[in-house]
């Protein structure tokens, strides 16, 4: 049996590739404990300052129907590690980017709005097969969703379950970068290679803020606050100031 997970570095961002082909990369088991572990080992890594998710030809085709024969309790216990997956892609403090080719469904959709960014081509197709066959739509999805599409398109596609294609799903908000095919993994890394090369504190505060919306004002305010006054005195704000003095790109170290 393969490999579930293939990990590539390409300087200062990682790769992961979901490596079952034969399912389309079913959340299994095996693929998602080694998906866990190894986002969990990444988290403090601080040579890393993106990642890019990437299944191949088809992302990802949702949860492995066969192996949800289980109790309640197993059940339970299944979704924490699927939780600790979502986690771990929205509490990281580097940007993710998903490379969706193929198709996202189900959970699959879930993993790739998971991610801060989506880029995926036209012939991508993204569905909440869920309600196919009576599940709730887990993995985080009925958080994401909403406040990638509005809730309108949200409702219609967690209730339909009508697949939506790469160039809808632009149109909606739910892709950021539609790529020419065969050309998706490539326009992620230069994604993430972009991301990769700004002032990691603005990307973690932001990442961080974002995640908790909605958020009153006043909280927003004392948030801004707490993050400004600390960033303030970090080497990159240093480095950014003399680098805008000097009309050069800044280099940050994330310090």
């Not at 799903?169 to 490539?186: E, I, N, T």
């Not at 972009?194 to 995640?211: E, N, W, Y």
């Not at 006043?218 to 680098?243: I, N, P, Y």
């Amino acid at each position: 049996m393969s490999e579930p997970l293939l990990v590539a570095r390409h300087g200062s961002v990682v790769q992961i590739t979901m490596n079952l082909p034969l399912k389309r990369n079913a959340l299994s088991a095996p693929l998602y404990t080694a998906l866990a572990g190894t986002l969990a080992s990444l988290h403090d890594d601080t040579s890393v300052r993106a990642l890019v998710l990437y299944g191949g030809s088809h992302f990802c085709a949702g949860g492995d129907l066969g192996g949800l024969d289980m109790s309640t309790l197993e059940m339970r216990r299944a979704m924490s590690h699927g939780h600790r997956i979502v986690r771990a892609l929205t509490d990281a403090p580097w940007p993710v980017v998903a490379a969706v080719e193929g198709n996202a469904y189900g959970a699959g959709l879930s993993l790739a709005l998971a991610c801060d960014f989506i880029v995926a081509d036209e012939n991508t197709r993204f569905c909440a097969a869920f309600g196919r066959v009576g599940l709730t739509p887990d993995f985080g999805l009925m958080w994401t969703l909403p406040q990638r599409v509005g809730i309108g398109a949200a409702r219609e596609m967690l209730m339909l379950c009508e697949p939506v294609g790469g160039t809808e799903a632009k149109q909606l908000g739910l892709v950021d970068r539609l790529c020419p095919p065969s050309s998706v993994l490539p326009g992620a890394l230069e994604l993430a290679g972009r991301l990769a090369a700004a002032s990691p504190g603005t990307i973690a505060t932001a990442k961080a803020a974002l995640a908790r919306l909605p958020m009153p004002l006043d909280a927003m305010l004392a948030w801004e606050a707490d993050t400004q006054s600390v960033l303030v005195r970090s080497e990159d704000f240093a480095e950014g100031v003399k680098a805008f003095t000097e009309k050069r790109a800044p280099k940050f170290l994330g310090r």
